[in-house]
């Protein structure tokens, strides 16, 4: 016996919408979740909502059309949800990142009053012709800002992407979404099962990983083979003059294997040393030494320009800039030498 084509895809669009539901609560209720896994939580519930339309489209085209109102809904929201992961993820933090609030609620507001003053039961025209899309007009917006805000990042390589989970779930995210837009956009050439296989085949992957990882301890990195202080002090001592003296830290695209050339050591054994006797890896060192110049140059040259600041201290462009002096500081530039300034005048 054959199996039918379409019952198959059916098959696999039901299985992949009760996948999305458990790792939805999942994320939503575990104890070690963060703000970020929230966010994932909710992004992953409005694909479930989305591919439930499908598959209830399929069983009940006659019925009440409520669950396609529900659809086109979560489409119009998962664009600020995917911007805030994004944001959160990379902990971009900026004060050009507006807060959750501020990105959810006026959306979510717009869509409960559009629903109740024009349900789609009886304003089909209008929600097939107008309001769908304005909603793929919207998606595509916030996918052009979800990838506007991690292209420094991308450019510059300062979150070491592809090898933490962090950095590798929202890109797959981001670039499954990119794929779901178009399969909603070019609907008569691209099957919405297609669509949807696009996002949940590295989402499950991805995700699986995730939950694996979460239920185990993290092992100690290199624990088997940890470097001791006495043997990893000539390299820290070797590598801090490179950096102190040489200034080697304002080399805009320097790269952990240009630093190991330096100090003649493997690149993994460098990385081994960081990671094992100081808890940091290769990145967030540099910018520590980046953003204490930072810190100095912005209180020192109060007129100096934070473009200059920027660039002395070793940063392609200022958006990489502000993003890492955000994490280091908990604050913006301009907000740290208006301090600065406030506190030298006070004294």
Known sequence: MVLDSTYFWLFISVAGALNALVLSIYFFINKSSNRAHKLLSLFIF????????????????????????LGLTANFLSGPVLLLYIKQS??????KNLNWKAHLIPPASLAIIIGVLWPYEHYSALWNIHISTVIIYCWFVYLIASLISIYPTIVNNDLELFQTRYTQ????????SIGLWLADVFTSYTSYTIGILCFLLPLYLSLTLLISKLHKSKPEKYASKKISHVKASPVLKAL???????????????????????????????????????????????????????????????????????????????STFYIAFKKFTDTTPAKYRKAAVASTENA
């Open 46 to 69: 409005m694909i479930f909502i989305r591919i439930s339309k499908s598959v209830c489209f399929f069983f009940y085209p006659e019925a009440s059309k409520t669950y396609l109102q």
């Open 90 to 95: 990379f902990k971009q933090k900026t004060a």
């Open 169 to 176: 779930f929202p890109i797959v995210i981001l670039c499954t």
């Open 240 to 318: 801090e003059k490179l950096m102190i003296e040489d200034e080697l830290y304002k080399c805009p695209n320097l790269s952990l294997s240009q630093v190991a050339d330096k100090l003649n050591i493997s690149v993994p054994h460098l990385s081994q040393i960081l990671n094992d006797n100081l808890g940091v890896s290769f990145t967030s060192y540099i910018n520590h030494h980046r953003i204490q110049l930072a810190k100095n140059l912005l209180t020192e040259h109060k007129k100096m320009s934070l473009k200059q600041v920027s660039a002395l201290c070793g940063y392609n462009n200022q």
